[in-house]
């Protein structure tokens, strides 16, 4: 008995609560910026496409939901001929973003993406590449790599001695 | 068999292997780089240290690296053992100092053996801060990519290269910590095997450059067990492909054929699946119609003719080649050769079925001394040479065996130097082994017919003595003595180089083994089916001439076959055109496809399912990595729908049903079981095409059709178009890829075999059909009677005897239509010996006039050094050769220009 009366005064107490329903769509809630929402591809510091086509996000997607085909540019930078995100099959768990070794591939905290038709919601690159670096400002994967491209050839990359002379025998 | 004990547990070994060939085959994982089952050990990379034990109460160990210590019995090792665990950790940090952060843009990414065995020591951080050793890279022509920043200087590349290919223009240079493994200059890799790079170097560094255009990782293709179509070997395949694209072609292992290599013809022939030339639609006169209506317009060809002939072809499966039978009658079915190629092959194929067993290319390979007759093999059937170059060392090795065991590589190579053989050359032109030869001798087919007639009559067979010039007769001696001391010594020659030629090395091997020899008799045919041909039946196309000539046939069903390059042109002209009605399946637009009434679209290696008869009787399924493109379907496939139109009630629907009637033929009756049947099942499923890191699914047709729709279903083969299905060990002919756990790289083959290197577990794949023949059927080439030795060869004046040099890249149909294969073709040229060319006033480069009767066609003249007197040799096969010049007969060579009119 006693305890019946006790859960309806602390029901009636919530009456006096702060309340935590958002009249949305009036007020926009604040989602934190890793809030893992609509997928975009994001640029590098110099502005070029920061998606070397690498293939990680699509093995590591759970439900199979990016395909994309790498090419290669005339500046041998690697990059998808086009990229796919089937977004009536993501479940917006970021695996994805956590496989890509280039912070090309981000989660953003947008959410509002609902469709009547799904083949609205079949995302190409246009609809995915932004023009910026998202969340992470200076990372350029082409300085750290090996590979050379147009503007860095081979030994000037970060922590990188110049090429070595292949019949030179001095230690 | 020794015992070593793992990790405390007693273990029987074979004898004579090493620590790490004997753990990795027992099961354990023990990271490693250079050792290779074909390459051996050199103790280069450290990786595979293990803790070594004197006895039982040892408990200290020592650290070993396990690659270059024997597997003795009682040999105590332990892997897991913390110190030499920590200790191959270290190594792979120290190789990881300088490799560039590449992964992200490394072709070799997920099918990485650096990748795997980092992670499979356990190294994840690069604590170092120090800047890394950069290379330039080289430009290594259209087969391999070169980033030698990847490099962890584990020197497989150079030793297969060099040491087991026998390639001179690569090679390591530099010392230190900059080793670079590369050519003097950038250029083309000479090798014909230098695809192999790909999967021979661990790392990145050697890439597929045609892959690279049309990139795919490894998880991502759909791949199926496949048949090499390039030549008549049958080599294995694993042909992967990604979004209806074939993107590349991968060694199958096969221990009796190929092992662990291709040719590069074999591996970057592909092309053509891809190629502008492929037909996917049917043509009606020309014009693109659907699939009915062409079937129809073909069945009203054949109900309106007055006689059908059926045209086969040596490049048509087993399945095909049955299927035109029934539908024309055996007694219409014609070969698709002309006679001066069907009798070579008939020949051969008597040889084969003869009293001396075929030779698997692993025979070749452990032959202890080997006769070489004809052509070189490098053209025609490349990886017999690579396989002649391995029964080379053979004798050298075993001389050895007493006190160096034979996967010491370093150790046998520095004892054996350039000691090789015996390997016995007699050929028509010099060849690419010449380099290993024992002794070697140039002449014309009929001289180098009587050499091989004259070393059998040696060694007892029946015939008078055949009379030699002094060279030849010192080579006849010396290489009847050393086959005659050998004890599985082979005999090898081309079918190509003319029946004469291949009745002599039929004659030589049978005389060995007469006298008890192990005897094996190796045969290269010309195409990846012309075994099947043979069995199938079929006469000349010069009588299917000759019944359109009287008109007693007046409809031609012509199958994979372009008779415009079995025939001289007039000759394939008039019978086409002398054809009322011309049906032809193929699966690229031949000049044949071209003039047919109805062409049908036929699938490819990749898009189908068939079966396919090697040069060594061994009948192989090879089963399509890919749903049929557009609407080209297996060429039987089509025939056995117009069987059902004509009254034959359709007959089969599936491979097995086609499989269970042509296996009532004699000589066929092994064929179906080549592979399991289409009803096999592992745990109730199928084998699945696709990987289980397959991504995409839900994807890759969205832009189409936002619903998946149901995976394209598979009739005819236990394997699945789709990732789900079976995806552990299926049995050999069934593998789709090689992946096990923690392998993801080709090194993963380990897990499919008993021992490293040899037997795959389940057996060999593929059923030889020629064994059968023998048990059951005496020696029919004795009974066929006896090929008469031919004339000695006479130069002529002012006309040369033209022969046929096939070049591995160009001559063989279908690999020529691969860009990358075709950019290496050679121009057509015609070649003389330096001495006849400047008695006929001839210099080398200057055009020439080449003729027979009316026929004449301008080409290039090259100095080939070595050729006979009176032979001119032309390349054989190449889509730019003038048709007028036709190998086989005698030519004028005169130099070109307006006062050189034919006399
Ligand atoms: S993981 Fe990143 S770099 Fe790789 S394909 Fe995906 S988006 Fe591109
Ligand atoms: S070689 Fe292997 S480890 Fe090195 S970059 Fe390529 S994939 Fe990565
Ligand atoms: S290039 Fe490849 S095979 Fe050659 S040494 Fe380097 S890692 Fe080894
Ligand atoms: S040797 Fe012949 S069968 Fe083998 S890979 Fe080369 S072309 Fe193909
Ligand atoms: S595999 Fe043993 S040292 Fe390299």
């Known amino acids: 008995m006693f305890a019946l009366l006790r859960s309806m005064w602390e029901v009636f107490l919530h009456a006096f609560r702060k309340r935590a329903t958002i009249p949305y769509p009036e007020r926009v809630a604040f989602l934190p910026p890793r809030w893992r929402g609509r997928i975009i591809l994001s640029r590098d510091p110099g502005g070029q496409e920061r998606c070397v086509a690498c293939y990680l996000c699509a093995v590591a997607c759970p439900v199979d939901c990016i395909s994309l085909q790498a090419a290669e540019d005339e500046d041998g930078r690697r990059?998808?001929?086009?990229?796919?995100?089937?977004?009536?099959?993501?479940?917006?768990?970021?695996?994805?973003?956590?496989?890509?070794?280039?912070?090309?591939?981000?989660?953003?905290?947008?959410?509002?993406?609902?469709?009547?038709?799904?083949?609205?919601?079949?995302?190409e690159k246009g609809d995915l590449l932004i023009s910026g670096p998202g969340k992470y400002p200076d990372y350029d994967f082409w300085k750290v790599s090996g590979v050379a491209i147009r503007g860095k050839g081979k030994g000037e990359g970060v922590e990188e001695r110049p090429p070595a002379d292949p019949r030179g025998l001095m230690p | 068999m020794p015992t070593i004990h793992v990790e405390g547990r007693p273990y029987e070994v074979p004898e004579g292997l090493n620590l790490l060939d004997a753990c990795l085959s027992l099961g354990f994982d023990v990271p490693h780089f250079c050792w290779h089952p074909a390459l051996g050990s050199v103790g280069a990379c450290r990786q595979c240290a293990v803790k070594q034990f004197k006895d039982e109460n040892d408990t200290k160990g020592v650290i070993v690296m396990a690659c270059m210590t024997p597997a003795r019995d009682g040999t105590r090792v332990s892997i897991a053992d913390a110190e030499a665990?920590?200790?191959?950790?270290?190594?792979?940090?120290?190789?990881?100092?300088?490799?560039?952060?590449?992964?992200?843009?490394?072709?070799?990414?997920?099918?990485?053996?650096?990748?795997?065995?980092?992670?499979?020591?356990?190294?994840?951080?690069?604590?170092?801060?120090?800047?890394?050793?950069?290379?330039?890279?080289?430009?290594?022509?259209?087969?391999?990519?070169?980033?030698?920043?990847?490099?962890?200087?584990?020197?497989?590349?150079?030793?297969?290269?060099?040491?087991?290919?026998?390639?001179?223009?690569?090679?390591?240079?530099?010392?230190?910590?900059?080793?670079?493994?590369?050519?003097?200059?950038?250029?083309?890799?000479?090798?014909?095997?230098?695809?192999?790079?790909?999967?021979?170097?661990?790392?990145?560094?050697?890439?597929?450059?045609?892959?690279?255009?049309?990139?795919?990782?490894?998880?991502?293709?759909?791949?199926?067990?496949?048949?090499?179509?390039?030549?008549?070997?049958?080599?294995?395949?694993?042909?992967?492909?990604?979004?209806?694209?074939?993107?590349?072609?991968?060694?199958?292992?096969?221990?009796?054929?190929?092992?662990?290599?291709?040719?590069?013809?074999?591996?970057?022939?592909?092309?053509?699946?891809?190629?502008?030339?492929?037909?996917?639609?049917?043509?009606?006169?020309?014009?693109?119609?659907?699939?009915?209506?062409?079937?129809?317009?073909?069945?009203?060809?054949?109900a309106a003719a007055r006689g059908v002939v059926g045209i086969g072809s040596p490049r048509a499966t087993l399945e095909t080649l049955f299927a035109l039978r029934e539908l024309v009658g055996p007694e219409r079915l014609c070969s698709g050769l002309a006679a001066r190629d069907l009798e070579p092959l008939r020949r051969a194929m008597r040889g084969l079925s003869g009293a001396v067993p075929a030779a698997s290319l692993a025979d070749v390979r452990a032959a202890d001394a080997a006769l070489l007759l004809g052509g070189d093999p490098t053209g025609g059937a490349p990886m017999l040479a690579l396989a002649l170059r391995r029964s080379a060392r053979v004798a050298p090795v075993a001389r050895l065996a007493s006190h160096v065991p034979a996967w010491n590589d370093a150790a046998v190579r520095q004892a054996i130097q350039r000691e090789s053989g015996?390997?016995?050359?007699?050929?028509?032109?010099?060849?690419?082994?010449?380099?290993?030869?024992?002794?070697?001798?140039?002449?014309?087919?009929?001289?180098?017919?009587?050499?091989?007639?004259?070393?059998?009559?040696?060694?007892?067979?029946?015939?008078?003595?055949?009379?030699?010039?002094?060279?030849?007769?010192?080579?006849?001696?010396?290489?009847?003595?050393?086959?005659?001391?050998?004890?599985?010594?082979?005999?090898?020659?081309?079918?190509?180089?003319?029946?004469?030629?291949?009745?002599?090395?039929?004659?030589?091997?049978?005389?060995?083994?007469?006298?008890?020899?192990?005897?094996?008799?190796?045969?290269?045919?010309?195409?990846c089916d012309?075994?099947?041909?043979?069995?199938?039946?079929?006469?000349?196309?010069?009588?299917?001439?000759?019944?359109?000539?009287?008109?007693?046939?007046?409809?031609?069903?012509?199958?994979?076959?372009?008779?415009?390059?079995?025939?001289?042109?007039?000759?394939?002209?008039?019978?086409?055109?002398?054809?009322?009605?011309?049906?032809?399946?193929?699966?690229?637009?031949?000049?044949?496809?071209?003039?047919?009434?109805?062409?049908?679209?036929?699938?490819?290696?990749?898009?189908?399912?068939?079966?396919?008869?090697?040069?060594?009787?061994?009948?192989?399924?090879?089963?399509?990595?890919?749903?049929?493109?557009?609407?080209?379907?297996?060429?039987?496939?089509?025939?056995?729908?117009?069987?059902?139109?004509?009254?034959?009630?359709?007959?089969?629907?599936?491979?097995?049903?086609?499989?269970?009637?042509?296996?009532?033929?004699?000589?066929?009756?092994?064929?179906?079981?080549?592979?399991?049947?289409?009803?096999?099942?592992l745990v109730g499923m199928k084998v699945a095409r696709e990987p289980h890191r397959y991504s995409g699914r839900t994807s890759m047709r969205a832009d189409v059709d936002v619903k998946e729709g149901q995976p394209p279903a598979d009739a005819d083969s236990p394997l699945a178009f789709t990732m789900q299905g079976f995806q552990g060990f299926p049995p050999p002919p069934l593998v789709p890829r090689y992946w096990a756990g923690g392998w993801n790289?080709?090194?993963?083959?380990?897990?499919?075999?008993?021992?490293?290197?040899?037997?795959?577990?389940?057996?060999?794949?593929?059923?030889?059909?020629?064994?059968?023949?023998?048990?059951?059927?005496?020696?029919?080439?004795?009974?066929?009677?006896?090929?008469?030795?031919?004339?000695?060869?006479?130069?002529?004046?002012?006309?040369?005897?033209?022969?046929?040099?096939?070049?591995?890249?160009?001559?063989?149909?279908?690999?020529?239509?691969?860009?990358?294969?075709?950019?290496?073709?050679?121009?057509?040229?015609?070649?003389?010996?330096p001495e006849d060319a400047e008695r006929a006033g001839l210099r080398e480069g200057g055009r020439v006039r080449v003729g027979a009767g009316e026929a004449s066609a301008e080409l290039p003249l090259r100095l080939v050094p070595g050729l006979p007197r009176g032979v001119a040799i032309v390349p054989e096969g190449l889509r730019a050769m003038p048709a007028e010049v036709r190998p086989g007969g005698y030519a004028r060579v005169e130099a070109a220009g307006e006062e050189a009119e034919p006399r």
């Open chain 2, 745 to 833: 790289s080709v090194q993963a083959l380990l897990r499919y075999q008993v021992q490293a290197g040899g037997a795959l577990r389940g057996g060999s794949p593929g059923i030889r059909l020629l064994d059968g023949g023998r048990s059951d059927g005496g020696s029919p080439s004795a009974e066929a009677g006896r090929f008469p030795v031919p004339e000695a060869f006479e130069p002529r004046r002012g006309e040369w005897l033209l022969v046929g040099a096939p070049a591995i890249f160009g001559s063989e149909e279908l690999s020529s239509l691969s860009p990358s294969v075709a950019s290496l073709a050679p121009r057509p040229y015609v070649g003389l010996s």
């Open chain 2, 422 to 527: 015996p390997l016995f050359v007699a050929s028509t032109a010099p060849t690419r082994v010449d380099d290993i030869a024992t002794a070697r001798v140039v002449s014309a087919p009929a001289d180098v017919a009587r050499l091989g007639f004259a070393v059998a009559r040696r060694l007892g067979a029946a015939g008078d003595e055949v009379r030699l010039h002094r060279d030849a007769h010192a080579f006849a001696r010396d290489a009847a003595a050393a086959l005659a001391a050998a004890e599985r010594p082979v005999v090898v020659a081309d079918a190509a180089s003319g029946e004469a030629v291949v009745a002599a090395a039929a004659e030589v091997a049978e005389a060995l083994a007469a006298r008890g020899s192990g005897v094996r008799l190796a045969l290269a045919l010309p195409e």
């Open chain 1, 79 to 123: 990059y998808p001929e086009f990229f796919r995100i089937n977004f009536s099959r993501c479940i917006f768990c970021g695996f994805c973003e956590e496989a890509c070794p280039t912070c090309a591939i981000q989660l953003t905290p947008d959410f509002e993406m609902s469709e009547y038709h799904r083949p609205n919601l079949v995302y």
């Open chain 2, 85 to 302: 665990a920590e200790f191959r950790r270290s190594v792979v940090e120290w190789l990881m100092l300088n490799h560039p952060h590449d992964c992200p843009v490394c072709d070799e990414g997920g099918e990485c053996h650096l990748q795997d065995m980092t992670v499979m020591t356990g190294h994840d951080y690069r604590k170092t801060r120090l800047p890394k050793r950069t290379f330039r890279n080289q430009d290594l022509g259209p087969f391999v990519a070169h980033e030698m920043n990847r490099c962890i200087e584990c020197y497989r590349c150079v030793r297969f290269y060099r040491d087991y290919a026998g390639g001179r223009d690569f090679g390591v240079f530099g010392a230190h910590d900059h080793v670079y493994f590369g050519r003097m200059e950038s250029g083309a890799l000479a090798s014909e095997f230098s695809g192999n790079l790909v999967e021979v170097c661990p790392t990145g560094v050697f890439t597929d450059k045609t892959l690279h255009s049309h990139y795919a990782r490894k998880w991502d293709l759909s791949t199926a067990p496949s048949v090499c179509v390039h030549c008549s070997l049958g080599c294995n395949t694993l042909p992967g492909e990604r979004y209806g694209m074939l993107r590349r072609v991968r060694n199958r292992y096969h221990p009796d054929v190929n092992g662990y290599f291709l040719c590069d013809r074999g591996r970057y022939g592909y092309e053509f699946v891809n190629g502008e030339r492929r037909l996917t639609l049917a043509l009606a006169r020309g014009e693109p119609v659907s699939p009915e209506a062409a079937v129809e317009e073909a069945s009203r060809l054949l």
């Open chain 2, 530 to 681: 012309s075994a099947g041909l043979a069995l199938a039946g079929g006469f000349p196309l010069e009588d299917a001439l000759a019944s359109l000539r009287s008109g007693e046939a007046d409809t031609l069903v012509v199958a994979e076959n372009d008779l415009f390059r079995r025939l001289p042109p007039a000759l394939a002209e008039e019978l086409l055109s002398l054809a009322r009605g011309v049906i032809a399946l193929d699966c690229v637009r031949t000049p044949t496809v071209e003039r047919a009434h109805v062409a049908l679209p036929a699938a490819t290696f990749a898009d189908g399912t068939g079966t396919l008869v090697s040069s060594e009787g061994r009948a192989q399924r090879s089963f399509a990595a890919m749903p049929p493109s557009g609407d080209a379907r297996e060429s039987w496939k089509w025939l056995a729908r117009l069987a059902g139109d004509a009254g034959g009630g359709g007959r089969w629907e599936t491979e097995d049903a086609v499989l269970d009637a042509l296996s009532g033929l004699p000589g066929l009756a092994g064929a179906r079981d080549a592979a399991p049947p289409a009803s096999f099942r």
